[in-house]
């Protein structure tokens, strides 16, 4: 658990790092609107809440599973994201 910490908080830091690049070797003349509300941010968020809110479900769903094998697991899970969609 230690190792994917460690490894989670490099990819973390990693993904920041390609932001800030990005940020500072992007066209500065261009017109850039850093928050869009419409009708396409709204269609959207519920794919945001899912991705960063459910995971940790995961555990209770394994759990409530009656012979809690890697093969249903996935099927719940390609089930829920197939539902979702």
Request: hydrophobic share 50%; aromatic share 8%; with cysteine.
């Amino acid at each position: 658990l230690r190792l994917v910490s460690a490894a989670s908080l490099l990819c973390c830091a990693g993904i920041a790092l390609l932001v800030v690049s990005e940020m500072f070797a992007s066209d500065r003349d261009a017109e850039t609107s850093y928050v869009v509300a419409d009708f396409r941010t709204l269609k959207n968020l519920p794919i945001f809440v899912f991705g960063f809110t459910c995971h940790q479900n995961i555990f209770a769903v394994n759990n409530e599973l009656r012979d809690p094998t890697r093969r249903r697991l996935d099927l719940v899970v390609v089930g829920a994201v197939s539902l979702a969609l």
